[in-house]
Each structure stands twice: as C-alpha cells, then as structure tokens.
C-alpha cells in the first residue's frame, strides 16, 4: 500500500480539525486547547498540528496533517507541508475578507505550490455566498495559478473526501504526464 501525506490549512475556524475528524479511518489526534483569543469564535483552537488517516481503495493509505490556523504558527506550516503531496486550503467564507484569507495562505505555501497538488475548500457559502467561487477563481489566476475551487461543508464526510479526490486526480494526472514525457524521450517523439 502507498502513502500518500495531505496537509489540510487555512484560518482559524475553517474547519480543518473537522474535516480530518470527518473522514479519518483512525481516531484523529489534536492538539487543540481552550481558546484564550477573543477575535476567534471558537471554544477551541489547534496549538499544534492535526493528524488521521484515510484508506482509498485499499491501495493509498493518505496521511492527514492539519495546521495550526493562527500566523503566530506559521513557523510550523512548512514543517507539516515537508514532503506533503497535497494541500487542501480551507477558507471560511463568513469571515471579514475570505480573499485575503487565501492570500495568506497562497503566499505562505508559494514554493510548495510549484510541485504540490492543491484544491480549495470554501466553507459556509450557503450562508455567506459571496464572494462566489468566481472571485476565488479569479484571485487564483492573477496570481497564475490554475487550482479546483469547491464548496465544502467540513462536517460531511463526503464532501471533504471530494476534496481529497481532486488532491488524487491531480497526482495521477502529473504521474501519467510523467510517464508519457517519458515514454516520449526514450522514444524521441519529442524531437523534431
């Protein structure tokens, strides 16, 4: 069975330690601790990292690592993100500025973001729709980046393992892209 490791980030509150918890095949381990910081509105929040596990198909066994949320713990991001083949960027739409927010994150991940498959989760959009996946979409291609942008309710199972599908589509789209490239130069069909 491979391994695969998927990083889950994004801003306090996003649901990250949820959506781990809502498609972990093991009991999740947190690192959470009664919340001190009163411009969060949460009870609890992640001092450390996240961690489940998931098995798709008998076949990949994809290690799940959440981030702390809070910058104060973005010395700890590129240590979970380390090898990482995925990056699931949850943004919380009932925030202030829920594109500043992915910002943040964009910014923080750049280098990893040249080789690591990537989607987009924008949570409570039935409640707070704008800005529409459009604007997320639009953010991502000023910045030259071109990643599936995808309503999420963390809470369901089955829409965060959307989520990781997409992760897994990307990476078998690049390895068989791999293996044509390189199929293509052991047969010198790339030259003209």
Known sequence: MRDCKIVFTGTPGAG?????????DVPPVVTDVPNRDPSLAKARTTVGMDYGEVVIADLVRVRLFGTPGQTRFDFLWPILA???MGLIILVDNSRPDPLADLRIYLDAFAEQLEHTACVIGIGRTEAHPEPGLQAFGDELARRGRVFPVLPVDVRERDEVLMLLDCILAQLEARNRAGRG????RRTGRHER
């Open 16 to 24: 990250k330690t949820t959506a781990i918890a809502a498609i972990s």
């Open 82 to 84: 380390h090898k990482a």
């Open 181 to 184: 490239l390189a199929l293509m």
